[in-house]
Structures are given as structure tokens and as C-alpha cells.
């Protein structure tokens, strides 16, 4: 830790905490996430970082932007476990698989329901006396960029032609049928989006999974459904901690979730986490990049 605030200064505090700042800079800049929130799930982990002595933020900058992404929504589901006392949150069976490889040891959201008060403490204090002062030129930034995207959305939306209307209903194509009218629904899978019918599987740190086991396991269970699966793509030495898959039909997803948000599998004695995949909007640069430090 820095020497006591009244003893440095903002550039030499900013600067202690440069790599705090550029994984903020990530998820504001780069991956559009809600600048306050974000300020949270940072003053989360610094908060995990000083329980547990280990060098959580570090790690996490170590992945991929698609898991940097997934592991701050973990965050977020933690910050309202603490926040909230939600029963679920005690049970084993909500884990945060993410989180648990770069704390390196079990770890799951029993933990923090367990821990609400002295985290909520904890969370609070790291908040105010660290994330505030070392990252809050970077959530003004982020918070006037963000602004200025909603302005050019808005009057992008209102410059907008009107588009000609159609006497058909939506999703429903006019037919000849003699000298009737018959309207047909024209939504075949093949037509609806990729990003549709995509889910997002994630595996544990230290049990690796091939992608033939993954493909196989769907396959076995649910049929010819699988259009592409693609994994992580990373050195042949290293492990894929994330695929992507795409299925034939949306309602595979639907089977698959049964209504929850998140389900987990076990493909050969190895946890596999599967959601469905939500891609970031994409977003015009209207300001340059904000430098890491």
C-alpha cells in the first residue's frame, strides 16, 4: 500500500495504481461498462486482493477481453450477494468459476454471503478510499464519452427516413393462395442471427477440456445441433478457457437453459459453466482511447 494520502500526491498515487487503472480503463473504454459499476467491481477485487494476498487484478488482466467481460459480470453477481440477502446466494451450486481460477483457491458466492457485513465494509472502504481518488478522471472521462455516444444515437435515430410501411404483418410474408391472400411465417432458423443462437461455455482453470469432448457431449445429448464450435484460440501448450457455439436452431438454447440464466455440466469428471452469449454493441470511437496509466 502507498504511504497515507496526505503524504502523496494525485500523480504519484495514480501512478502507484497504474495497473488498477488500466483494467478500469478495460472495462470502461473497451468494453463499454457502466463507469460506476465498474468502480465497484474494481474496489471488489482490490477488496478480494487484500484478503487473500493474492494479486487478483494482475490475473484477471491476463485474460482476454471476452473473459475479462465474464468475470466482471461475476463480479457484479457477488457485489448483489453481499448487497442483498438472497438465500440462493448460500448455496454450492451458484459458482463463479472465473473468479475461483484467479483467487487460485475454492471460492463461490457462499463465501460472500457468509462474509455480507465485513465485505460490504471491506467493498466500501477500498471504494472510498482508493478507486475514487486513483480512477475518477477515468469514470469522468468514460461517463462524458458515453453521453456523447447516447446524443449521436438519439439524433441518429430522429435524422432517421421513416420506413415504408408494410400492409403485411411482421414476420409474415404475403402468399398467392387462388384468389386469397394467406399469410406464412417466414422465420426459418437459417435466418435468425448467428449471435442467436450462440451460447458462451466457460471451463475450469486446470481441467482442460477438447473440443471434441465439448462437441460430443452436446452432440450425444441434444442431437445434431451444433452448426460451429470454436474455442479459445491459445498456444498448444496453454488451455482454452472459453468456446463459443453455435447451434442449428435457437430453441436449442431454450432446451438447454430450461429457464435459468446459467446451467452447469460435467463433461467427463470436468465442470463446464454454458450461458447464452451476449454479444457487446458495437460503438463508434468518439473519443481517442484513454491511456492505460
Not at 459458482?95 to 487460485?104: A, N
Not at 435515430?157 to 410474408?173: D, I, K, R, Y
Not at 473440443?211 to 445429448?221: A, C, P, Q
Not at 469428471?269 to 491511456?291: D, T
Request: aromatic fraction near 8%.
Amino acid at each position: 500500500m502507498p504511504p497515507s494520502s496526505s503524504f502523496v500526491s494525485e500523480q504519484e498515487f495514480k501512478m502507484f495504481h497504474s495497473i488498477d487503472r488500466e483494467l478500469y480503463t478495460l472495462l470502461t473504454i473497451n468494453l463499454w461498462r457502466d463507469p460506476v459499476e465498474s468502480l465497484q467491481i474494481m474496489a471488489l477485487w482490490l477488496w478480494l486482493e487484500r484478503t487473500s494476498l493474492n494479486d487478483v487484478v494482475s490475473k484477471i488482466l491476463t485474460l482476454p477481453d471476452v473473459l475479462i467481460n465474464e468475470i466482471a459480470d461475476e463480479a457484479v453477481t457477488c457485489l448483489n450477494c453481499i448487497n442483498n440477502d438472497h438465500s440462493a446466494c448460500s448455496s454450492e451450486s451458484y459458482v463463479i468459476p472465473l473468479t475461483q481460477s484467479v483467487m487460485d483457491k475454492e471460492i463461490s458466492l457462499r463465501f460472500f454471503h457468509e462474509n455480507r457485513l465485513k465485505a460490504t465494509e471491506g467493498v466500501a472502504k477500498v471504494a472510498n478510499e482508493v478507486c475514487i481518488r486513483a480512477l475518477n478522471d477515468i469514470m469522468q472521462q468514460a461517463v462524458a464519452r458515453n453521453a456523447a455516444q447516447s446524443i449521436a444515437d438519439s439524433q441518429k435515430m430522429m435524422t432517421a427516413q421513416p420506413l415504408q410501411q408494410s400492409p403485411v404483418h411482421p414476420g409474415f410474408s404475403q402468399m398467392r393462395f387462388g384468389s386469397s391472400d394467406v399469410l406464412e411465417s417466414v422465420t426459418p432458423e437459417n435466418e435468425v442471427p448467428p449471435d442467436d443462437r450462440t451460447m458462451f461455455v466457460t471451463f475450469s482453470k486446470g481441467y482442460p477440456v477438447e473440443e471434441r469432448e465439448v462437441g460430443e457431449f452436446f452432440t450425444r445429448t441434444y442431437g445434431d445441433c451444433i452448426e460451429s464450435l470454436v474455442m479459445q484460440d491459445v498456444q498448444s501448450s496453454e488451455q482454452s478457457l472459453f468456446a463459443k457455439i453455435v447451434f442449428r436452431s435457437a430453441a436449442t438454447i431454450d432446451v438447454i437453459l430450461n429457464g435459468m440464466g446459467k446451467v452447469k455440466f460435467t463433461i467427463n469428471g470436468k465442470h463446464v459453466w454454458a450461458r447464452k452469449y451476449v454479444p457487446k454493441p458495437l460503438k463508434s470511437q468518439l473519443m481517442p482511447s484513454l491511456p492505460s496509466v
